[in-house]
């Protein structure tokens, strides 16, 4: 039996020195855009729950939003939906081995973030 010689491969632990390529950035932006919308879901139900409960509390839930730092958080909320939603795509594609290369593995990854930003500036322009 021929003899296996297992090659040691460097190991670089530090988080700050390492350089993730566009699809590996793309793919933690997924997931942190999936656990927050996860966690804010609750409580995005509940103060769409209060602000219908009359017309008072709609008229103080209006006038909250209607101050630029909750307009800010809410276009971090819209860009998490919408950048979650396109990368899904790029992902189902990926599971159909769909551009699975190298080459179209790193278009796909631009395309998500050249979709995802321009179409969060449109609807915050349009709901916000």
């Known amino acids: 039996m021929a003899e296996m010689t297992i090659k040691k491969r460097p190991k670089n632990l530090d988080l700050t020195t390492i350089r993730l ?12 855009s999936g656990a927050g919308l996860f966690l804010l879901l609750p409580v995005l139900l509940c103060l769409f729950s209060a602000s219908l409960t009359s017309p008072e509390t709609f008229d103080t839930f209006k006038a909250a939003f209607a101050s630029l730092p909750v307009k800010d958080i809410l276009a971090g909320l819209i860009w998490a939906y919408v950048h979650h939603f396109c990368a899904g795509i790029r992902f189902l594609l990926l599971d159909l ?6 080459l179209s593995a790193r278009k796909s990854a631009a395309v998500v973030l050249a979709v995802s930003i321009p179409l969060t500036l449109v609807l915050w322009g349009v709901l916000l």
């Open 21 to 32: 390529p566009l699809p590996g950035k793309v793919s933690i932006l997924h997931r942190v």
């Open 97 to 102: 081995h769909v551009g699975i290369d190298l």
